[in-house]
Structure formats: C-alpha cells, structure tokens
C-alpha cells in the first residue's frame, strides 16, 4: 500500500503524534499505569475497557454517516471506507470477551452510560459531517486512533498479560493485530488525503488531529477521577489540555 500521499504532511502529523504521546506518559494522571510493572488497578481497567466498548458502538453511527457523505462525493472511496467499518465493525466484541473474563457481564457493560468525554468527541465528529459537511475531523479522528494503538498497545498488552494472564487478553491482543496486518494507519491516512485539496484543509487536519488529543486527554482524566480519585479520596494530580 502506498504510504506517499502528502508525504511532508504526514511526516508532521505523526511527529505531532508521537510528542503527543510523550507527553501523554508525562503529564496525565495515571498514564503510566498500564505501564507499570507488576502493578494494576482491576477496577481501572474495567472500566477503561468498557469505554472502549461504548466509544466503539457509537463510532458505528459516525461511520455511517462518513458513508453517506462518500457515497455522494465520492463512490470509490465509500466502498473502501464501508470495507473498512465492515473490518472494525464488530471489534466491540473482542473487548467484551476479554472484560467477561475478569467478571464483568454484558448487562453490566451496556447498562454504563458513557463518559461526558465520549460523548463529545462523538458529538465532535457528527458536527463536522452535519455542519461543516465533511468527514475530514472524523477520518483525522481514526487516524489518530490507529496510529497512537500500534504505538502504544503492543506494550500495555505485554504488560496486562503477566498479570492477567494470555487468554484474558485475547481480544485486545486481536485487535491490536488487526491493525497492523492489515496496515490500517496507512489505509486511512489515503482515505484521509482524499479530502485534502488545498493549504486549508492540509491545517485543519493539524487541528482535529490537536483537538482529539485534547478529547482523550479529557476521556483519560476522567477515568482517572471516576476511578481512582473516588477510591483515594484524592483530588487529580492534573487537570490537561494537551496541545503541541
């Protein structure tokens, strides 16, 4: 697959998204947690994981309108990108087994109303599509996803696996390698760049890249407040926006 389109840009992007990441293990509360070895807050991961869930759930609708829109823009494209959602649409279920696993029931998982974070950044993406009339902050949104997963999961995955064991963490483990047999990042960068055509549109990719870190900066904020602040009874170390 070629890797080429707007080569300068995405040089930027993911350098953008590779400080963003630093950044990430430095400054947000309980980032290195997954990280940490020999260390894991069950309940943490619980609910890390059923976020995961519900975030792909809704991301169902958004791709479905991202469809709409490529089907009257542009034909091929909506082809790829309907293969592609067809590739990721059930993977709520890999993550379903694997919180089943430590004990936690379908019931328990879709009874959970999603964090106020998620909440935005799906009303981010419908807002794109809805009112400015394109999926460009949507497809930024999936690249970002694709690319900060191959880059940090592989390790929190070997991390969780000595202490959850190899089969409770089957359906991330497939998940991950997905992603990267089938190449996905760069798959959606091409998608991406199809709805880049001028100097504009090239800074706004920067800025939905920028504004969806902000958003699972919040998400990764908020878990930690739910979580382990309540149990602590202690106050977040940081309350932050991540830009660069």
């Given amino acids: 697959m070629s890797t080429t389109l707007r080569p300068e840009l995405r040089a930027k992007v993911d350098g953008m998204l590779d400080a963003l990441i630093e950044r990430f293990y430095q400054e947000v509360p309980y980032a290195k947690h997954q990280l940490a070895e020999g260390k894991l807050d069950l309940d943490y991961y619980k609910r890390h994981n059923i976020e995961t869930v519900l975030r792909i759930r809704l991301k169902r609708i958004v791709d479905a309108y991202a469809i709409r829109y490529f089907t009257k823009h542009d034909p091929v494209q909506a082809k790829a990108w309907a293969h592609y959602t067809d590739d990721e649409m059930l993977h709520d279920a890999m993550f379903v087994r694997d919180l089943e696993a430590v004990g936690v029931s379908k019931p328990a998982i879709y009874a959970t109303e999603p964090l106020l974070a998620t909440k935005l950044l799906m009303g981010y993406l419908l807002y794109g599509i809805e009112y400015e009339e394109t999926p460009l902050a949507h497809i930024a949104s999936v690249y970002f996803v694709e690319y900060t997963t191959t880059k940090t999961q592989p ?90």
């Avoid at 959850?164 to 992603?179: M, N, S």
């Avoid at 991406?192 to 958003?215: C, F, G, Q, W, Y």
């Fill in 155 to 244: 390790r929190w995955l070997d991390h969780l696996e000595t202490i959850l064991g190899k089969e409770k963490i089957k359906g991330a483990r497939a998940h991950v390698g997905t992603d990267l047999e089938g190449e996905h990042a760069d798959f959606v960068w091409e998608v991406l760049m199809s709805l880049v055509k001028t100097p504009a549109e090239e800074a706004r990719v920067i800025d939905h890249i920028r504004n969806v870190a902000r958003l699972y900066v919040a998400y990764f904020t908020e878990i930690y407040e739910q979580v382990v602040a309540q149990k602590t009874g202690q106050a977040p170390e940081l309350r932050v926006a991540l830009t660069v």
